[in-house]
């Protein structure tokens, strides 16, 4: 049987003190894997050790199936889900032409793997309705374990979406053949480690050290993504994902951007991030302009902001006289952003 203890001191070491309801999914967890029998050759089904772990955002899902991953399944793969569903795609495109060719993915996919975590579990794709079902019964079917975290209960995944019914028979399959466990409560830990983490020290804002407190915080490299579009625009930036974005301010803000991009950024991602930052003068007009249009915007849609540079650099960003008067509502702005409380008093305000 395995040991609890394994996983907490995993964590303890990190600096992860666990709350009473991720202690609550450990037990429960555990329980379940005394139950669970390994396929053989000699039997022709097993108990199933699937795990769907869901709940709000924040709570610590992925950090707690990374650290079971990790002390319990050595011959074990992660993917996000957006990722999962592209090699998917990827595959099927191989073995068009081949019959049955869901059946060869999954031959690929358990190959040297019996255990696959899919992060970030949500269907909103037609096409990825009607193939994960037959996915995820193929993989048990197999003996391939699977660990999946969701912001949704397994009965409002792809909710309202396009044929809908035909996508019923998966979440039955998922509420029969998996330990569904609800990580209830409500306080969001990476928002906390996020308002908390002090970029103030030089060599904590530079390009590798973002990436490093990016890729710690959303369990995903964001950098191989270097652009993005709004409003059918392309701009750079230093990552990206589904609901993050990372830009350079030396960069972004010298492209021809404005008003209603920033508008659009606002309500694709929820979480921006930006470094790069440096001293601007009148020289750097247009690039301090948009800039106060940004912050004014970000401000106002009550956007999840995260700047990563010496806080002593907000007094002496801009030292020009043209935008003076504007400057002075925008560096009020830039200490409220950069205090601990703005994200946490913003995520008070969002789940009032």
Known sequence: MK?????????SVQGINLDIEQMIFLEEFIKHESLYKPKTFFSRSQSIGNTYLWGPVGRGKTMLLQAIQDCYFSNSVQFHFIEFMQLVHNKLADFSGISDPLIKVVKHLSNDNKIIFIDEFQI?????AMIIGTLIDALSKKGIRLLISSNSHPDNLYKDGLQRAKFLQTIDFIN?????????GIEDYRLREIAEFDSSAKDKNGDESVKSFLLRTFSKDISNQTEFFINTRKFDCLGCSKNVLWISFDT?????????????IAKTFEWVFINNFHICSDDHIDKIRRFISFIDIAYQEKQKLKLF?????????YSGVQLENLWIRTESRLHQ???TKYLQNLEQKQTK
Request: charged share 25%; glycine share 4%; hydrophobic share 45%.
């Open 3 to 11: 040991d609890i203890k394994v996983v907490i001191e995993k964590l």
């Open 337 to 339: 952003i950069a205090a």
């Open 176 to 184: 029969k053949n998996f330990f569904v466990h609800h990580l209830s």
């Open 309 to 317: 540079y010496d806080p002593n650099l907000i007094n002496n960003l």
């Open 124 to 128: 909103e794709d037609i096409a990825d």
């Open 252 to 264: 972004f803000f010298s492209s021809p951007c404005g008003g209603k991009d920033f508008i659009e």
